[in-house]
């Protein structure tokens, strides 16, 4: 195997762990993250699974993406405190197709751009890179 990917952000130490056991060294293995809403996959981070992963990252922004965490009062969060992943980027959707609803709703201005509410709660380590924590309305 070359390449294994994993979607949504859900890779996680375990797996990893299992993965370091039964996989070449030369492996590639990727942590995606992104939503229908932003074209599929905003974020992705290559795993070193021969390194020891105490957690598993989703960072690496693609290109023309950007992001910002929020608390509850839609200010920007601190390193190491968890908030709310909103996206923008050049794969945006427009709307919910007769759901102005979900769309006012889903679509925020926040520092005059538009950004997607994720609703997936994350956080950012010393590093600088994005760890996925669970979804806000779970």
């Known amino acids: 195997m070359r390449a294994l990917d994993f979607g949504d952000g859900t890779a996680s130490c375990e797996v990893i762990d299992h993965i370091k056991l039964n996989v070449r060294d030369k492996t590639i293995v990727f942590n995606l993250y992104g939503s229908g809403e932003v074209n599929i996959i905003s974020t992705y981070y290559q795993i070193n699974v021969m ?7 989703i960072d690496r922004l693609l290109a023309n993406y950007q992001y910002i965490i929020v608390d509850n009062f839609l200010q920007s969060v601190i ?19 007769e759901r102005d609803d979900l769309t006012a709703k889903s679509l925020m201005e926040l520092d005059d751009e538009v950004f997607y509410r994720t609703d997936d709660l994350v956080q950012i380590d010393n590093d600088g890179l994005l760890h996925y924590r669970e979804r806000k309305d779970h």
């Open 51 to 57: 390194s020891h992963n105490v957690s598993v990252p």
């Open 79 to 97: 390193i190491s405190q968890q908030g709310e992943l909103f996206v923008d980027g050049v794969d945006i959707f427009v709307g919910y197709l």
